[in-house]
């Protein structure tokens, strides 16, 4: 198991936010956390991240990374997309997606910007104009493509598809299918569209106030129209 999170609490100053969680993504599969606004789902990747004060168990690689800090996470293979993306604007394509790299020493990196270009046809297009000129699909999809470049493990992505047109959407959702098929990388995927995450996803899990209430395969989730109507709205 790449993954494996049990009785996560996190929370900021004496505001408890998540109240005992356990959940898992397996090597190279894609999990998903669905839930209203405010149920905790950004607080999850944070608390996975290191970024709030969190208690539990967080074991990434088999290894124990609770109370570790964010920089030795990321350097284990955890990177993490944002919500609102986080991208530098005023440098440009290349100069982003050469920051997700500054930390490898390995020689794949100029193969890897060859990937992204592969992945993100968009970019190659875009590659030295500023990032702050891009359109908002555009700067989703650099936010991902800088995270990339770090050759993660487990790639967290926070609300991908907000403030995006549908069609830009489709095409970044089917970009990270073709990346997870191709690279075998893990992906946590907090999501307010639930029939895209879904799509996507092996497994489901879904916040309420900051507990999971309903955990199971992705598949089974998407078919249950009793599940669909009570908790996703659709």
């Not at 993490?80 to 440009?92: A, D």
């Amino acid at each position: 198991m790449l993954l494996e999170v049990k009785g996560l609490k996190a929370g900021y100053g004496t505001a408890a936010v998540l109240h005992g969680l356990d959940f898992e993504v397996g090597e190279g599969d894609v999990a998903t956390l669905l839930g209203a606004n405010g149920a905790g789902k950004t607080t999850t990747l944070r608390a996975i991240c290191g970024m709030v004060r969190a208690e539990g168990e967080i074991v990434f690689g088999g290894e124990r990374v609770s109370k570790e800090a964010t920089e030795s996470i990321a350097r284990r293979g955890v990177a993490h997309v944002p919500e609102g993306r986080g991208t530098f604007m005023e440098l440009t394509v290349e100069e982003n997606l050469r920051l997700g790299a500054h930390t490898r020493r390995d020689p794949k990196v100029r193969q890897d910007f060859e990937r992204m270009c592969g992945w993100f046809p968009l970019l190659k297009e875009r590659w030295r104009q500023q990032a702050g000129t891009l359109s908002g699909g555009e700067q989703q999809m650099l936010a991902i493509a800088r995270a990339l470049m770090m050759r993660p493990r487990l790639l967290l992505l926070d609300e991908p598809s907000f403030g995006l047109a549908p069609l830009i959407v489709r095409d970044i959702f089917g970009i990270l299918r073709r990346v997870r098929e191709e690279s075998g990388v893990g992906i946590l995927l907090v999501e307010q569209n639930a029939t895209l995450a879904l799509d996507l996803a092996e497994r489901a899990y879904l916040l309420e106030t900051g507990r999971i209430v309903l955990a199971g395969p992705a598949v089974e989730i998407r078919q249950d129209e009793a599940i669909r109507r009570s908790y996703l709205g659709y």
